[in-house]
Nanobody, 122 residues
Framework: QVQLVESGGGLVQAGGSLRLSCAASGRPFSSYAMGWFRQAPGKEREFVAAISISGGITYYSNSVKGRFTISRDNAKNTVYLQMNSLKPEDTAVYYC???????????????WGQGTQVTVSS
């Protein structure tokens, strides 16, 4: 079992930056690939970014590529999402997830955090 807790969300103006963190506890964090997903009101939960166990492989959705960066610190049991050049359409609840491999599919992730709200004002 892995417990995931996100933090770092908030209200920011368009063009601003935020860094989300996801702290893991329970089973060894370094055993899991990690992903970030987001869900806006009335929409499906969608893939944002993923990172392999070692951190050497990353994937991004086309909508955030070049603006967001996923990283992890296995010594701190934490995965991060640095979000730059934020847009109003980035407004959503952001979730981190742990699974066996880095993938864009939410069904491949076994554990999820409770989410953190990100609101980008225009």
């Amino acid at each position: 079992q892995v417990q995931l807790v996100e933090s770092g969300g908030g209200l920011v103006q368009a063009g601003g930056s935020l860094r989300l963190s996801c702290a893991a506890s329970g089973r060894p964090f370094s055993s899991y690939a990690m992903g970030w997903f987001r869900q806006a009101p009335g929409k499906e939960r969608e893939f944002v970014a993923a990172i392999s166990i070692s951190g050497g492989i990353t994937y991004y959705s086309n909508s955030v590529k070049g603006r967001f960066t996923i990283s992890r610190d296995n010594a701190k049991n934490t995965v991060y999402l640095q979000m730059n050049s934020l847009k109003p359409e980035d407004t959503a609840v952001y979730y981190c997830a742990a699974g066996g491999r880095p993938t864009t599919s939410k069904t491949a992730y076994n554990y999820w955090g409770q989410g953190t709200q990100v609101t980008v004002s225009s």
